[in-house]
């Protein structure tokens, strides 16, 4: 007390904190459980410690831990190189090319391990864009600090201290709320514009309000997304889909500008009261099974989210004379090569997408062995769950989906009977229309295109 008031009276500035000196929180400031740590991921900071290296709990997963919740991946941040971290465990793979990391593998569970990154990364290549190609120097943990995204996600955990090093104020972040780039957004979002993607996944995963700065630059500098490798966009879209709160993130994404591009038309598509509900009912649907702990299918979600531009070509191609299930995977042709360029949608969901889309018309056939048929197909329940979603967006009639209901529970009899009372559907028994010749080019786009169903 004494020598902070001969300060005040002397006039003696305070001394400026270094930016390189972290603020050190123990376990009553911090109050982590470290109950919810991984035990492989301890396992490897204290491999690394004993080895003479540091090593830290980083990232999103001290970020959760703060908030209280047990973290799905587990980062490590060290200042051993790859090579050394890969000579100290017996299942340890270098991977990666813009920034080489380590995957340490325990069974199924994969730890990260990065080293300590430089901020001098003039050298690095870099596109016409500013975006960072390759970056592997390495350097100093506060350096490290200063390269990640945001505040929140820049925070270091020592399991054997139970100690939290904080440089970027992210501690204070947390407790308000906040989601703030580190450095000048600008020239962060050129570096790697995946963070424009990754501001709105945490913000709408987390409620936390995007801090004024940090968003100001984001809707016009969306278009840099258009560089970025597809497969890094479709990983990012995975994360943000599969987040638990895919609903809010899609709508956080349309208020920022960063639809466009990613799935085409979709917002088009949310601003018709039929393609509306649909995509709302899939992806509440969604998010609840994820709160659940319950397996989601990434195949039966993009299925979803396109299913409404499948239905408009569809339709467009039976206008112009093609049969419904030709048609129907001309539509679906169409529809995965436009998405492919985009997100670069790997072959087994795209696989998965075709035969959910494929058995549509299938549940429409309730005569003669046609259900029995389609009861054996290996993705039957991924195609029934499509087929009630479609009824409760009164897309089609709901006494459809109550029959395929009845009939999956049903035993032989109870089945037998099921299709004997079964109305003829409309058109059934009609004969059938004069085919017209037809050319594999596909139909002319009209100005009708993106009008709901």
């Not at 995204?149 to 820049?154: L, S, Y």
């Not at 075709?354 to 054996?376: C, H, N, T």
């Not at 004069?434 to 709901?452: D, I, N, V, Y």
Request: glycine share 6%; proline share 6%.
């Amino acid at each position: 007390m004494i020598k902070k008031l001969i300060k005040r009276i002397l006039g003696v500035k305070k001394k400026t904190e270094s930016p390189n000196q972290p603020a050190i929180l123990g376990p009553n400031d911090h109050g982590i459980n470290p109950q919810l740590l991984s035990p492989n991921a301890v396992r490897v900071t204290q491999t690394l410690q004993e080895a003479g290296f540091k090593a830290f709990v980083v990232g999103g997963a001290v970020r959760d831990l703060l908030l209280g919740v047990k973290p799905k991946d587990f980062d490590v941040a060290t200042n051993a190189t790859p090579e050394q971290v890969k000579r100290l465990f017996r299942r340890a793979f270098i991977i990666g090319r813009r920034f080489q990391i380590v995957h340490v593998m325990f069974g199924q569970e994969i730890i990260e391990v990065t080293t300590f990154r430089s901020t001098s990364a003039d050298n690095a290549p870099k596109d016409e864009h500013g975006r960072v190609l390759r970056d592997n120097t390495f350097g100093e943990q506060h350096e490290d600090a200063v390269r990640r995204d945001f505040t929140i996600n820049a925070m270091y955990y020592d399991p054997a201290t139970r100690q939290v090093f904080d440089y970027h104020q992210g501690i204070a972040d947390i407790r308000s709320k906040t989601l703030r780039i580190i450095g000048v957004p600008e020239a962060r979002y050129r570096e790697d514009p995946v963070r424009l993607l990754r501001v709105v996944r945490f913000a709408a995963k987390l409620g936390f309000t995007i801090d004024p700065q940090t968003r100001a630059p984001i809707q016009v500098m969306a278009p840099l997304i258009n560089n970025v490798p597809a497969a890094r966009v479709f990983d990012e879209m995975l994360k943000l889909l599969m987040s638990g709160q895919a609903l809010a993130c899609l709508q956080q994404l349309r208020t920022e500008g960063l639809h466009h591009g990613l799935l085409p038309l979709l917002d088009v598509v949310l601003e018709q009261p039929l393609g509306e509900k649909f995509v709302t009912l899939a992806l509440a649907g969604t998010d609840q099974r994820i709160r659940e702990g319950k397996p989601v299918s990434p195949g039966f979600l993009f299925a979803s989210l396109l299913w409404h531009q499948v239905l408009e070509k569809w339709t467009a191609y039976q206008a112009a004379g093609e049969y419904p299930i030709p048609a129907l995977h001309l539509a679906a042709d169409d529809v995965l090569n436009t998405q492919t360029e985009k997100l670069a949608l790997q072959r087994r969901i795209a696989s998965d997408m075709r035969d959910i889309w494929a058995m549509q018309p299938r549940f429409e056939r309730r005569v003669g062995k046609s259900p029995y048929k389609l009861l054996e197909h290996p993705r039957l329940r991924a195609g029934y769950d499509f087929l009630l979603l479609r009824c409760a967006s009164g897309e089609i009639d709901q006494e459809i989906g109550d029959w395929w209901t009845d009939f999956m529970a049903a035993d032989g009899p109870e089945r037998e009977a099921l299709l004997a009372r079964k109305p003829k559907a409309e058109g059934e028994g009609a004969p059938a229309r004069k085919r017209r010749r037809r050319s594999r080019s596909k139909p002319k786009e009209t100005p009708a295109e993106g009008s709901a169903q």
